[in-house]
């Protein structure tokens, strides 16, 4: 690119389309493990083992807490984003 037709920050304009294409898809990602989790932890009080009912929802916590963290990582990144225009 010579210098005339580069944009201001060095990047290419379509990159950061891609850049928030990725990052809503990861949302979705991470929307559905949490929902997910959700469910599961619902499922677990309908069990009569103990064992599984204990396996079952500390999985599903598990699950639920390692997708709200990375939800609420992307979220704090976005915000960033925003206020850094």
């Known amino acids: 690119m010579n210098g005339s037709d580069a944009p201001e920050n060095g990047r ?3 990159s950061f389309f891609l850049l928030l294409l990725g990052r809503i898809a990861l949302g979705v990602i991470e929307l559905f493990f949490l929902l997910f989790g959700i469910y599961l932890l ?4 309908h ?5 599984s009912f204990i396996m079952t929802f500390f999985a599903s916590n598990l699950v639920i807490l390692i997708s709200a963290v990375l939800l609420l990582g992307l979220i704090l990144k976005f915000r960033k984003k ?3 225009e």
């Open 42 to 45: 619902i499922l677990s009080y």
């Open 12 to 14: 290419p304009e379509h």
């Open 47 to 51: 069990l009569t083992d103990p064992f």
């Open 82 to 84: 925003k206020e850094e």
